[in-house]
């Protein structure tokens, strides 16, 4: 998501929403004995090296230990490669702030989740992996969806208890504004926020049975939309969607992760779409969407890029026309070269 600079006449900040980790490669998860993911406790932790052990068994193979340092320094370098490609796609000037939100892609799913692939994201994007961020009395909830499971993970019991607080201080927010700013006693020692709904973003949809409902240029094929979702691996579980929706009352549910564009309203008042995948690797129409979006209101627009298959087809074109031309400068060069030799014979011959 890319908060943009441009404000229209309603006051409404622009702002770019790009669905951005499926642009990444998932690489495979490297898996360490001693990892216990979700589990463990807080703390910047790496994991174990193996230091101390032999470099090498007794018959010439690599050990244990050597074999596990070469898996965390290959996941550590296809890491920062990823991070470096992220930066130079995204690339944008001083004045326009760039907020990421948390994915399957960069901290695995829950299974894979550990403390350590969190504390990576949130160190290199700077930011705590669920938060509210704020512009001009906009609040954007940003939610860590991965860890949603509510099987009591110690990172997800982290994460409900972050939620649960931005829900105390967004609700007290509103009682206050209602109540004459006069702080109420429940409300001691919230943060205060500006008093409108938040708008949710999370990787993960909110549960849904299926895409059967979905229209538009870039939902799922119809072959795919009767396919059913997967609780906590397509969508999140029904429960911890009721969670959200009863917390946050959110104005406007953006998702991702299905890689297929689809609008839905929960509970016949929280609208939800799904913004589609930004890579011609998932589909042949990646589209962003541009919202405009004020205190009260919003705007979406979705924007495509060029279909693949059209990118492909101008690029054979083009360079079937070049080899046309080569073709055709090389007969003429041939004709000429033809052509002066006998003029030259010609003239040897007269003389
Ligand atoms: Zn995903």
Redesign the pocket.
Known sequence: MDGGRAADSAGRRSLLLLRV??LLPHHPQVRLAEDQPCTGRRGHRRPADGLGGPRHSAVGHPSPGSRRRTLVRQAEEHWEDDVRRFHRMFRHSTDTELVVLV???DIGFHYEMDWFKLQRFEKVFNASSTRIVTKKGVNFLLVNSVALHGDGCPICQSVEKELIKLSRDLNCSLQNSQSGSRVMDSCEGSQLYPPTPPIMLQ?YPLFRVSDAGCTGQDAAPPEDRHLLFREKYDVLSKEASQRLLQWFKPRLILS??THSGCEVLHDNKYPEISVPSFSWRNRNNPSFILASVSPGSYALSKCFLPEESTVIGVYCSAGACLLLLLLAHCLWMKGLLQCLSLCLLGKHKSL
Do not use: L, T
């Open positions: 980790s499926h994915g399957n892609h990787h991702g992760h």
